[in-house]
C-alpha cells in the first residue's frame, strides 16, 4: 500500500476536525472568558480533560459511545445504514474531543486579553453584543484564532490512541499515519515507519516555530 494513502486520510481528517473545532470552541471559549456561572470551573475541567485523561481511556469510551448498541450509535446507524465506529466519521468526533483543549484554550487566552473597556465604550456606542463580538473581540483575537488552528492540526496529525481504539486500523479509511508508523514496526518495515516519523516530526516542528513566531503570547506565558 502506498504510504500517500494514509497521509491523505490524516490530512483530511486534521482539516475537517480543526474546522470543526474552530465552530465548537469558538462559543465555548467565549463564555468560558465572560461567564459568572458557578457551572464554568465543571466545564472548564471538561474541556482540558483530554490533556491529562490517558488516551487508552478516552478512547475506550467513545468506543461505547459511538457503538452501534448505545443510544448515539443506533441512531447514527437507524439514519445513515453506517456506524460510527471503524469509519471517518466516528474518526472525526473522537478527534474533535480529543483535540478540544488545544482550540478552546487558546482562544479563552486570547477572549481574556480583550478590553472590558472597549467593549463597554461599543456598548454606548449603540453596538450590540453581535456587533461588539464581530467588530472589536474576532479582529483582537485573530492571534488566538491562527494558534487554536495551528495546534488543533498538529495534534489531530499525530493521534494515535484514540483513533486506534475508535477506527481500527483499516487501510484506505481509518488507517492514519500513526496508525501505519504502528503497523509499519510490527511488520519490521522500518523504512516506511522512518519517512512517516520523519514527515510527522518536521510538521510539528515547523507547527511550533509558526506559533512561536507568529503568536508572541506563546513564547511569553512560558
Given at each position: ?44 475541567a ?80 449603540g ?20 494558534a ?35 503497523t ?15 514527515g ?23
Amino acid at each position: 500500500m502506498s504510504i500517500w494513502e494514509p497521509v491523505w486520510l490524516t490530512l483530511r481528517l486534521a482539516t475537517v476536525t480543526t474546522l470543526c473545532l474552530l465552530v465548537i470552541a469558538t462559543p465555548t471559549a467565549w463564555w468560558l472568558a465572560s461567564s459568572r456561572s458557578r457551572w464554568r470551573p465543571l466545564v472548564e475541567a471538561v474541556t482540558a480533560l483530554p490533556l491529562v485523561l490517558p488516551p487508552t481511556v478516552l478512547g475506550f469510551y467513545l468506543l461505547v459511545l459511538l457503538s452501534p448498541t448505545s443510544f448515539v450509535g443506533s441512531a447514527w446507524l437507524s439514519i445513515t445504514g453506517g456506524t460510527l465506529t471503524f469509519s471517518f466519521t466516528g474518526l472525526v468526533i473522537a478527534s474533535i474531543v480529543y483535540s478540544l483543549p488545544f482550540a478552546v484554550q487558546p482562544l479563552h487566552t486570547a477572549f481574556r486579553g480583550v478590553g472590558q473597556g472597549l467593549r463597554e465604550a461599543a456598548a454606548t456606542l449603540g453596538a450590540g453584543p453581535l456587533d461588539r463580538f464581530r467588530s472589536i473581540v474576532l479582529p483582537l483575537s485573530r492571534q488566538g484564532f491562527l494558534a487554536a488552528a495551528v495546534l488543533s492540526f498538529a495534534h489531530t496529525l499525530g493521534e494515535f490512541g484514540v483513533v486506534l481504539m475508535v477506527g481500527g486500523n483499516i487501510p484506505g479509511e481509518t488507517r492514519v499515519i500513526a496508525v501505519e508508523i504502528y503497523t509499519a514496526v510490527e511488520t519490521l518495515d522500518y523504512r516506511t515507519a522512518h519517512i512517516l516519523s520523519a514527515g510527522l516530526l518536521l510538521v510539528s516542528l515547523t507547527v511550533l516555530t509558526i506559533v512561536y513566531r507568529v503568536v508572541p503570547g506563546q513564547s511569553k506565558g512560558r
